[in-house]
C-alpha cells in the first residue's frame, strides 16, 4: 500500500475566488506551488487532489466544467515537472447531506480504495479547518493547514482551537519542504524554490 499526500484545490494550489472558479479564466495558480511539486515528483507517495466544489450542487458551475479546469490544472503541473496521480471532487451542496463533503472524510476514503493507500501513513493539506477535520476523520497521519488561500481568517475561528493542535504552514512549499526536507529532485531542492519556513 501506497502512502499519500492529499491536497486540496482552492487555496492550496490555485487562488481562491470569492464566487467561485467558475473558468479556466479565474484560475490563478501559485508558482510555489508548481515548484513544489515538481521538487517532489519522484516520492513513493501518491498525490491525490480532493476538492468540494458546491458551485456544481448550486447550479453555478457545471460539472464538466469543473473537471475541464481540473484536466488543464493537472496539465499544467505535469508540465512544470509536477505530478498528480488522481482527482476526486465533491460536487453537493452543504445542505445535501453528503458523506463526500469535507470536513467528511467520503474523498479520502474513496481515493485510499481506489489507489490502495494506506492512510496512517498519509497526509492532509489544506487552507480550510474542514480539511484539518477531513484528514482527521480519515485517521490520516497528520492534517496540515495552510495559511494561503482562507487559512489565515480559518484560524481566527473558534474551531481552530478546538482543532488544535496541528501544524501551520504559510503556504504548499513551506509545508512539503518541512516534511520532505533534503529531497533533490532533477538537480533542483526546495533551497531553491523559496517561500521556506
Not at 492529499?6 to 508548481?34: C, H, K, T
Amino acid at each position: 500500500m501506497h502512502p499519500a499526500i492529499f491536497l486540496d484545490r482552492d487555496g492550496v494550489l490555485i487562488e481562491n475566488r470569492p464566487n467561485y472558479v467558475r473558468s479556466w479564466d479565474d484560475v490563478d495558480i501559485y508558482a510555489q506551488a508548481m515548484d513544489a511539486l515538481a521538487a517532489i515528483h519522484a516520492i513513493p507517495y501518491k498525490v491525490i487532489i480532493v476538492t468540494n466544489q458546491s458551485g456544481i450542487g448550486r447550479g453555478l458551475i457545471p460539472a464538466s466544467m469543473v473537471e475541464s479546469i481540473n484536466c488543464r490544472l493537472v496539465a499544467a503541473i505535469e508540465a512544470a515537472g509536477g505530478r498528480i496521480d488522481a482527482v476526486y471532487v465533491c460536487p453537493h451542496a452543504p445542505q445535501a447531506g453528503c458523506d463526500c463533503r469535507k470536513p467528511r472524510s467520503g474523498l479520502l476514503l474513496r481515493a485510499a480504495a481506489d489507489h490502495a493507500i494506506d492512510l496512517k501513513r498519509s497526509i492532509m493539506i489544506g487552507d480550510a479547518l474542514t480539511d484539518v477535520a477531513a484528514g482527521r476523520a480519515a485517521e490520516v497521519s497528520q492534517s496540515i493547514l495552510l495559511r494561503s488561500g482562507r487559512g489565515r481568517e480559518q484560524l481566527q475561528l473558534p474551531d481552530a482551537i478546538a482543532l488544535q493542535p496541528f501544524p501551520v504552514y504559510d503556504d504548499l512549499a513551506s509545508a512539503l519542504h518541512a516534511l520532505f526536507d533534503g529531497v533533490w529532485i532533477g538537480g533542483s531542492s526546495f533551497d531553491q524554490i523559496g517561500n521556506n519556513e
